[in-house]
C-alpha cells in the first residue's frame, strides 16, 4: 500500500486524447492529485479529488478514478503539454506521502 | 495570491547538515500543512516531510532520524533540517504548501527549488 505505479513513458498525437494513469492501493482510499513538471521548473498541480482542476488549469485536463486506480485525460493534446506528470496520494494507514514514478508525456 | 521563497546552502560536504528554509507570502500558517519534497537529478519527487502551524509534524520514514521541520509563525516561515549528509542527498529541493481534505489532498503552490550539491 505504500506504492505509486505510473507508466514511464507515453505518447501522443497533437490533438489527440491521452490518458496517464496511476496505481496503488493507497488510491482505494484517498484521491490521486496530479503535477505538471517542464524542465529546469517546479511542479505546477493541475487535479485534485475525483476531477478537480486548479484555477488557470485548461479543461482539456480532466481526472477519473476507479478502485486502485487514478486517471489524468488530456483531451486535445497540446504541444505545451509535453512534460512529466507525477500523481501523488497519501497512505491511509501511517499518513505517508506518496508519490509516483512520474510520466514522461510526449506530444507528437 | 500566496507565493512561497525558498533559500538555503547549496553546496555542503558529507557529514554536513542541510539547512533551508522557506517564506510564505499571502497566507497565514493555518489550515495547511507545510512540506519539504526534494527531487535527485534526472528522478521522480520524493516527499521529505511536513509540519503544520502547531508544529506538528510528519516525517517520511526513510528520513526520520535525521530531519527536523521546524516552523516560526511570527515570521511565516518554515524550515528544513537534514543531518549527516551523503552524496545521494544532492536533489532540488522544494517547500510547497499542502491541503488536506480527506480523502482530497494536494500541493499548491510550490516554491521555486534549491538545489543542494553534496561533494567533498
Known amino acids: 500500500s505504500s506504492e505509486l505505479t505510473q507508466d514511464p513513458a507515453v505518447s501522443v498525437a497533437l490533438g489527440q486524447t491521452v490518458r496517464i494513469t496511476c496505481q496503488g492501493e493507497?488510491?482505494?482510499?484517498?484521491?490521486a492529485s496530479w503535477y505538471q513538471q517542464k524542465p529546469g521548473q517546479a511542479p505546477v498541480h493541475v487535479m485534485y479529488?475525483?476531477?478537480n482542476r486548479p484555477s488557470g488549469i485548461p479543461d482539456r485536463f480532466s481526472g477519473s478514478w476507479s478502485g486502485n486506480t487514478a486517471s489524468l485525460t488530456i483531451t486535445g493534446a497540446q504541444a505545451e503539454d509535453e512534460a512529466d506528470y507525477y500523481c501523488?496520494?497519501?497512505?491511509?494507514?501511517?499518513?505517508?506521502?506518496?508519490f509516483g514514478g512520474g510520466t514522461k508525456l510526449t506530444v507528437l | 495570491q500566496v507565493q512561497l521563497q525558498q533559500w538555503g546552502a547549496g553546496l555542503l560536504k558529507p557529514s554536513e547538515t542541510l539547512s533551508l528554509t522557506c517564506a510564505v507570502y499571502g497566507e497565514s500558517f493555518s489550515d495547511f500543512y507545510w512540506n519539504w519534497i526534494r527531487q535527485p537529478p534526472g528522478k521522480g519527487l520524493e516527499w521529505i516531510g511536513e509540519i503544520n502551524h502547531s508544529g506538528n509534524t510528519n516525517y517520511n520514514p526513510s528520513f526520520k532520524s535525521r530531519v527536523t521541520i521546524s516552523v516560526d509563525t511570527s515570521k511565516n516561515h518554515f524550515s528544513l533540517k537534514l543531518t549527516s549528509v551523503i552524496d545521494a542527498d544532492s536533489a532540488v529541493y522544494y517547500c510547497?504548501?499542502?491541503?488536506?481534505?480527506?480523502?482530497?489532498?494536494?500541493?499548491?503552490?510550490w516554491g521555486q527549488g534549491t538545489l543542494v550539491i553534496v561533494s567533498s
Open positions: 493507497s488510491l482505494r482510499s484517498h484521491y
Open positions: 510547497a504548501r499542502g491541503m488536506v481534505a480527506r480523502p482530497k489532498s494536494w500541493f499548491d503552490p
Open positions: 479529488g475525483k476531477n
Open positions: 501523488n496520494s497519501r497512505d491511509s494507514s501511517d499518513n505517508r506521502v506518496l
